[in-house]
């Protein structure tokens, strides 16, 4: 079993930046890729970024490309999400997840879920 943490979510101004973190406990984090997702309200989770097990592939959705860095610390347990040159559309409570598939991309393929930071990007 992994136990997921999200943390370092907020209120924050268009244009500006933030990093969540997510801390793993239980099982090492370095056995799964990690990815984040975001749900807005009224709306279905989406993905927004992935990070294979050892840092050395990234993915990340077309709307947040080039303004979001997925990043991890194995040595720390930890995956980050910076967040850079924020819209309002990037509103959404953001979730962490853990899993073993490559399919990076689906939710349904993680095993392991985090309670979700709230991120708040006000115009």
């Known amino acids: 079993q992994v136990q997921l943490v999200e943390s370092g979510g907020g209120l924050v101004q268009a244009g500006g930046s933030l990093r969540v973190s997510c801390a793993a406990s239980?099982?090492?984090?370095?056995?799964?890729?990690a990815g984040w997702f975001r749900q807005a309200p009224g709306k279905e989770r989406e993905f927004v970024a992935a990070?294979?097990?050892?840092?050395?592939?990234?993915y990340y959705a077309d709307s947040v490309k080039g303004r979001f860095t997925i990043s991890r610390d194995n040595a720390k347990n930890t995956v980050y999400l910076q967040m850079a040159s924020l819209k309002p559309e990037d509103t959404a409570v953001y979730y962490c997840a853990a899993g073993r598939s490559t399919y990076v991309f689906s939710k349904v393929v993680y095993d392991y879920w985090g309670q979700g930071t709230q991120v708040t990007v006000s115009s």
């Open positions: 990070i294979n097990w050892n840092g050395g592939s990234t």
């Open positions: 239980g099982r090492t984090l370095s056995s799964y890729v």
